[in-house]
């Protein structure tokens, strides 16, 4: 009966809900932006260390459903060590698999967690802000990026 | 005739809940494979079957433009929707149906008056009053309205977690440089219930007009404007058993008179020329263009439906389900109750150990049961109570008590679930 809140929830999902990753300011950010859900008033800040085109380091502070804090701390293990254009290939591709439950061109690895969210449209925004919010963070956007 | 299509169809004379239930098709289907149990009342009411017919009927048999029509249909239609305004006006005891103005809900009711008695009354320097319980829509007109006049927002404080307004403070805030002081019947986050009239008196004490926010209210209790002493009162027909996109603005006559109106265009005038117009008389200066017709008439049938249930019988059932519900929930390890501990509406936010509302409100949705969670609209409030968000049961007059045991069956099933 529960299949579907078992595919949202997985226990991976709870892990870094419950201990998320790279949970922390950076001292050494080049680039930061905030981010911002106003339906449930979470927020998130989140810090690049940039080493030219590349990610070498990263962190986020914040608030947020066990879907948003997941998303954004497997975000972290996601994308260091990736150039900005590999980041941004990587956000439509979890955007598709968050909003279709699959996406083309082989598997996003761990983030293959979140393909449980399509069923349940109302949470697909808290799995994208992080994502929102690194995005602003490589164009180096000043305002804070809402999923609004 | 319209006459008759806004009076009650199903007559409910004895407070048999079931049968109430029964008059509610929408409360009778399945969610997620569990049969539903609707408590987001808060933010909207379910509509019964007479309220439903009263639309269909509007719209099948007599629908036509209000006011200026010779035909049948139109006077079917104005007869409808004046009847309408008097039948509000009965229900909150208006001293007369020129008082009450037909707005889309709360919202509108509130911009109004500080649109209106707001930018043509205050002045920089002047203060006004708002609690920090107030819903968005009785905070934000304020602040827009402060920055055109340049008068200043002051705020009652409210005392933590146990959410009552704290009327020690009440004469330092509320001094003689207070315009207006506008505050909230109920809560719609912590289900406080304010002592309206207390606070209207201490507010013509310093010469302030006052509005009372009566969203949460209107339609759970007995509203009597004329007892309360209110200058203006504003609450929306959705959440009382009516039609979305109705709501009420009713004000002192005086009040309303002296006041310009907000809106133009048809309807509204009394005469127009190429540079300058006139103004109609009260209610219709402040209801330019083709009002929502359907939706006042579903309106007085709503009304008509919680008289004939009877509006002090559901506020002890609101309010008997509100204690149990809070009772029963302070059992439960780890959770989190705001609002004050007796006397409460029928409505308890809550937080679970550690689990966002918005997790506690997916997993319910599975087990059938609707919550809300957010920040309700709330967010200075939000921040004060040091939380992003809570989840909130709210409950109306076809609720019952073993919804609410399920309900906190369903609280332990998601505990267990999140593993707390």
Redesign the interface.
Known sequence: ??D??ND??QQVI?DHSKSPRNFRRLEAATRTAQGHNP?????IALYLEMDGDVIKDIGFQG?????S?ASASLLTEAVKGRSKAEVKQMFERVHDLLTKGQTSGGDLGKLEVFAGVHK?P??VK?AMLAWHATLAALDGQDQPVSTE | MIAETAQLKSKVSAPAWDAVRADFPALHQTVN?HPLIYFDNAATSQKPLPVIEALDRYYRQDNANVHRGIHELSNRATTGYEGARERVANFIHAAGSQEVIFTRGTTESINLVANTWGVANLKPGDRILLTEMEHHSNLVPWQLVAAKTGAKLVYLPVTGDEGLLNLRQLDAVLTPGVKLFAFTHISNTLGTVNPVAELVERARKVGAVTLVDAAQSAGHLPVDVRALGCDFLAFSGHKICGPTGTGVLWGRQELLDAMPPWQGGGDMISSVDFFESHWNTLPHKFEAGTPHIAGAIGLAAAMDYLDAVGRDRIWRHDQELGAYAYESMARLKGIRLFGPKVGRAGLVSFLLDD?????VV??AD?FGVALR???HCN?PL?RKLGV??TARASFYFYNTRAEVDRFVEVLREIQR???V
């Open positions: 009966m529960f579907d809140l949202l929830y709870i339906l449930c008033g979470d927020n608030s947020g459903c066990a879907i804090k349940f109302a949470r808290c | 494979g689990v966002h509302a918005h997790d997916t997993v599975q969670g957010g920040h967010q939000m992003a968000s679930f999140f593993g």
